[in-house]
């Protein structure tokens, strides 16, 4: 059972259009990170969000984290090929601070 | 340049035969854990450690061991490798386990069990 989930699975769209990444959880999470991952890399952090109903934008990525810290978005506008990638979510518990509680991730795919 | 590194990239090898997949970093971090990367299953924490000579079982850690005599090292060891542990490994750390800090990955390796 994955404690975070995340929707889309894959999203293929065109150069230009806007996404929204979801991140769900039934659980109540301290923080909440953001991660992209390129083929033959490890993640890369984007962004932790900490606070209920914070607001951190990056560019064109504006992430949010839930008022009740259950779930966060990630939304990119004008979507460019560059933005190609796996995004995973990842977040910890209230009731652990050491462990990361990690999404499957969203695949996307921007064609030029 | 900080960075976490990995040995080796990649390994096709027989069931049964001990290998030890090597993760170094120099960024003085505590926190060093072991994932593995399936598709369709994201990151699974296999081991972690908080700091030398500590270290606990993540969420998938049978017929896996570790070792933190050092800061910098955290090797992972698979005694009797079978097919099932057919996957992407990745080496994190982070200056502490607790709450915002980033992890820092390697660049992975990729463990072939035949």
């Known amino acids: ?112 | 340049e900080a960075q976490v590194t990995q040995n080796p990239r990649y390994l096709i090898t027989v069931t049964g035969k001990k290998l030890t997949v090597t993760c170094s970093q120099n960024m003085n971090h505590e926190y060093m854990s072991w994932y593995r990367q399936d598709p369709g299953l994201g990151l699974r924490q296999i081991y972690y450690s908080m700091n030398v000579e500590v270290t606990d079982k993540g969420d998938v850690p049978e017929g896996y061991k570790v070792s933190r005599k050092e800061k910098r090292n955290f090797p992972l060891i698979l005694e009797s490798p079978s097919p099932n542990q057919t996957s992407l490994y990745f080496c994190a750390s982070s200056s502490r386990g607790q709450a915002n800090q980033p992890q820092h990955f390697g660049d992975g390796t990729r463990l072939s069990i035949l």
């Open chain 1, 1 to 112: 059972t994955q404690l975070l989930e995340q929707s889309p699975q894959f999203l293929s769209i065109q150069e230009g259009e806007n996404l929204t990444v979801y991140c769900n959880s039934s659980s109540v999470f301290s923080s909440l990170q953001w991660y992209r991952q390129e083929p033959g890399e490890g993640p890369v952090l984007l962004v932790t969000v900490v606070t209920g109903g914070e607001v951190k934008k990056l560019k064109r990525l504006t992430f949010q984290f839930g008022d009740a810290r259950k779930d966060s978005s990630l939304h990119i506008t004008a979507a460019q090929p560059g933005d190609t990638g796996l995004y995973l979510c990842a977040g910890h518990r209230v009731d652990s601070n050491y462990q990361l509680i990690w999404g499957a991730g969203t695949k996307l795919i921007i064609k030029p």
